[in-house]
């Protein structure tokens, strides 16, 4: 089975500027979820979607949002862009129907980098 | 608030030296524990899952502990090999799919 896959790979943007993400899962996933990655916050976690539906949110302000398409695919999108949300985007699959006790596989990431 | 905290930082080992990593949580309410790989700029691989009810798992030269009550688990690996230089990650599973993770330990194996 194909891995789990993040377009685009490496994003450059400026302040105030919006910014789309893309995560396919694996093949039969139903569950994506979505972790921003920096040197001082380590890993955090955004939100879940399973079957096009939010499951879970993170502590994260209302300019992160996301959305789940009926074949799986996500999309995480964030408005307004800040310095501070230069980081390392991880989406992550799962089966997601039982639920904490199943792998959850990463994606390579997206690199958002914004001046 | 659940809280993963994981020893040392940083480890560099020779060659051949078995090794343990170490990982505390606060909350013992967990479903699983995972642990993960890292290398520099990349994604997560997941290398161990331990459910809250098990009391560790095996894969080839990795071993992995889980003391859910004293909130503990460890991570041995046998025979480094400096392929196994990488980050390593802990976490936990709660309600539902979110996992919390630990800052990592870095591991270089010299060869």
């Known amino acids: 089975k194909a891995g789990v896959t993040q377009t685009p790979r490496y994003l450059i943007k400026t302040r105030g500027q919006q910014v789309t993400l893309s995560c396919s899962p694996i093949s039969g996933h139903r569950s994506v979820s979505w972790y921003q990655q920096t040197p001082g916050q380590g890993l955090q976690f955004l939100f879940e979607?399973?079957?096009?539906?939010?499951?879970n949110k993170g502590n994260f302000p209302g300019r992160f949002s996301g959305r789940q398409f009926s074949n799986s695919r996500s999309e995480m999108n964030v408005s307004t862009l800040e310095l501070g949300d230069s980081a390392l985007y991880l989406c992550a699959s799962s089966d997601g129907t039982a639920r904490g006790i199943d792998t959850q596989y990463f994606g390579p990431g997206t690199r958002l980098t914004v001046l | 608030k659940q809280e993963v905290t994981q020893i040392p930082a940083a480890l560099s080992v020779p060659e051949g030296e078995n090794l343990v990593l170490n990982c505390s949580f606060t909350?013992?309410?967990?479903?699983?524990l995972q642990w993960f790989r890292q290398d520099p700029g990349k994604g997560l691989t997941s290398l161990l899952l331990i459910q809250s009810s098990q009391r560790e798992q095996t894969s080839g030269r990795l071993n992995a502990s889980l003391d859910k009550s004293s909130g503990r688990s460890t991570l041995y690996i046998a025979a480094s090999q400096p392929g196994d230089s990488a980050t390593y990650l802990c976490?936990?599973?709660?309600?539902?799919?979110?996992?919390?993770f630990g800052a990592g330990t870095i591991l270089r194996v010299k060869s």
């Open positions: 979607y399973f079957s096009e539906t939010q499951r």
């Open positions: 909350d013992s309410a967990i479903y699983n």
């Open positions: 976490a936990v599973t709660e309600y539902g799919n979110k996992l919390v």
